[in-house]
């Protein structure tokens, strides 16, 4: 293990041990009070019942266990169509992310069109101004898209779209082509293979790692969004769980809410618990070492 | 739209376009077919910026000196949309409290991030399960987030007026009080988003040589100098980069006040973004909320360019 600021020999005295075991406790119970015990607490509410919840001081373990109440919320929210939804919109705009940015990037890295560089660069830029700040204009472009003139209000590809538009996946895929050796694109052409065979067969099989962070990100982002879905979907029915929770919030009684919530983050949790490497990878990918 | 984890968090300079072309391969299409076949994978990326990330930019500068809504033409209105916004008396409320919200949110989540790294770099056991647990929060959708402090801050039966009592001190009122419901939001807001800024750190802190640290131990140095001489200078770039995402981040704060407290009690949690979405929103006056979202633009463009400056040009 690499040395830190404190070496084993110092930890390794009375004083030293002593110090370590104490900062290692309270540095366990903080982190138990602030980052578990908000998890523990919504689910241990969500079965208790609406009066239970009521009490003050509150109950610490619910008097009777109402488990049940995970179903009465699924039902009473109608959760399954908001999951849906989500599910749907989350997984689409991966899906269009990886469709148009992948190709793109490997133009960009691989094909180098004329004024390539030029595109890459109006492409960065974007990356300069805060997402709010074009809230107002792009959502006018949904509401009549230019040429078409269609109204993509409460469809999913109002959501999708715009999402593919995305500087910093274009930026890390190219950046990852880079470093594909030449050689073996040249073989590959010397072999017969076309520019998307190529690029298929070829070169993204040995992309897995970006495109496993590229993916990652992509549905965790979608799945977390608010405010701009909040504005493209105001038909409650195409509404993601996000806007629909927050819609639901002043009218449900608290132990379905809470049920409803705990129900809400578990995807991302067990996203998270799956693949913690690769977003691990994702947060300092390249970060840390110009 | 969404500005994701990763986004905000490259901080890796991009490299120089190489100037020399790979070499061409014979007997497939010339010039002329290469870039055909480049613009024909650039197509869709290029419609979907022209559309929504572009067209949208010119488009907002347009429409802050436009008066916009959905049934009339626009028009053009000069500098009537923002003399309209300098005479909202909720414009400067929306500023200060949005500049209020950053400055506690650099307090707390500046400083808590990196201490906690350090910390817990130093550990010998159990590293995985705070590094877990910290970043649990920041997988968690934002209106969960939201929906689920409101009811710890409730002041009777909630989590943290109950906490408050176990130990014997007052309760506050948390969100129903003008004076401490920013400070409630920022606290929501610093739990959420941490887990980020604190992996981060950690992956810088054990980028650090071990040699430097054994070194200065052989010269003497005590911990705090070791802290000092050491571990800040090869993370200050870090800390800087990371600073500047946090200024741009917080300052476009909407989902907590929306969710938590739609901007009272008394409109002491009306941040600019907030007041933007009444304006467009609400109000229908999207020429009004243009004008705003350029002059959030030109709050945060110096912050934004300095950071592509650092990453850019960091050798």
Not at chain 1, 51 to 70: D, F, K
Not at chain 2, 39 to 57: D, E, H, R
Not at chain 2, 131 to 160: E, H, S
């Amino acid at each position: 293990m690499n040395r830190t600021l404190l070496s084993d020999n110092q930890l390794r005295t009375l004083h030293g041990r002593l110090g370590y075991w104490v900062v290692f406790s309270c540095a366990f119970i903080a982190f138990a009070v602030a980052f578990v015990l908000p998890f523990v607490w919504m689910l241990l509410g969500a079965m208790k019942s609406a009066p239970e919840l009521a009490h003050v001081p509150p109950t610490i373990l619910p008097e009777q266990w109402h488990p049940e109440t995970y179903s009465d919320a699924w039902s009473f929210m109608e959760l399954a169509k908001y999951f849906g939804n989500t599910v749907m919109i989350a997984g689409g705009a991966w899906l269009v992310q990886l469709a148009v940015d992948v190709p793109a990037a490997y133009a960009l890295s691989k094909l180098r069109p004329v004024l390539g560089n030029w595109i890459l660069g109006l492409m960065l830029a974007t990356l300069m101004l805060p997402a709010s700040a074009l809230l107002v204009p792009t959502y006018l472009t949904i509401t009549d898209v230019p040429v078409v003139h269609t109204n993509m209000i409460n469809q999913p590809g109002a959501i999708w779209l715009p999402a593919a538009a995305n500087a910093f996946n274009i930026y890390l895929l190219k950046r990852f082509f880079d470093q594909v050796p030449g050689e073996l694109i040249e073989a590959a052409t010397i072999d017969g293979a076309g520019r998307i065979t190529t690029m298929v067969r070829v070169v993204l099989p040995l992309s897995r790692p970006i495109l496993a962070v590229v993916s990652i990100f992509a549905i965790v982002a979608a799945w977390k969004d608010f405010i701009w879905p909040l504005l493209v979907l105001p038909d409650p029915g195409a509404q993601t769980l996000s806007v629909a929770l927050n819609r639901f919030a002043p009218d449900t009684p608290i132990n379905l809410l809470l049920a409803g919530l705990v129900l809400a983050s578990i995807p991302m949790v067990a996203v998270f618990l799956v693949f913690q490497r690769q977003i691990l990878a994702g947060l300092t990918a390249g970060s840390l070492k110009g | 739209m969404t500005a994701t984890l990763i986004e905000t968090t490259s901080l890796r300079r991009p490299e120089k376009p190489a100037r020399r072309r790979g070499p061409r391969s014979s007997g497939r299409p010339g010039r002329f077919g290469d870039n055909l076949t480049g613009y024909g994978f650039l197509c869709a990326a290029l419609i979907c910026f022209a559309l929504f990330s572009w067209y949208p930019i010119i488009r907002g500068v347009l429409l802050s000196f436009q008066q916009v809504d959905f049934v009339n033409p626009a028009t053009w209105v000069g500098w009537a949309n923002f003399q309209k916004l300098f005479a909202d008396p909720l414009f400067a409320v929306a500023w200060r409290n949005t500049l209020y919200f950053t400055l506690l949110a650099l307090v707390f989540g500046f400083a808590i991030p990196f201490v906690v790294a350090m910390v817990i770099n130093e550990f010998r056991h159990a590293k995985g399960f705070f590094r877990l647990v910290v970043y649990l929060p920041v997988m968690l959708p934002p209106v969960v987030t939201a929906l689920l402090w409101k009811w710890f801050y409730d002041p009777g039966p909630g989590l943290f007026n109950t906490l408050l009592h176990a130990v014997n001190l007052p309760g506050l009122s948390w969100l129903d009080s003008s004076s401490t419901s920013m400070l409630s939001l920022v606290l929501v807001s610093t739990w959420a988003n941490m887990g980020s800024a604190t992996l981060i750190y950690l992956a810088a802190l054990g980028g650090i040589p071990g040699e430097l640290y054994e070194a200065s131990e052989l010269d003497g140095a005590t911990i705090w100098q070791r802290v000092r001489y050491i571990t800040i200078p090869h993370t200050r770039f870090v800390l800087l980069v990371m600073m500047l995402l946090q200024i741009v981040a917080t300052m476009q704060v909407f989902t907590e006040p929306y969710v938590m407290t739609g901007g009272g009690p008394e409109d002491s949690t009306v941040t600019v973004l907030l007041l933007l979405y009444r304006y467009a929103f609400v109000y229908n006056d999207f020429g009004t909320a243009s004008a705003m979202s350029l002059l959030l633009f030109l709050a945060l463009g110096a912050f934004s360019a300095l950071y592509l400056r650092l990453t850019r040009t960091r050798g």
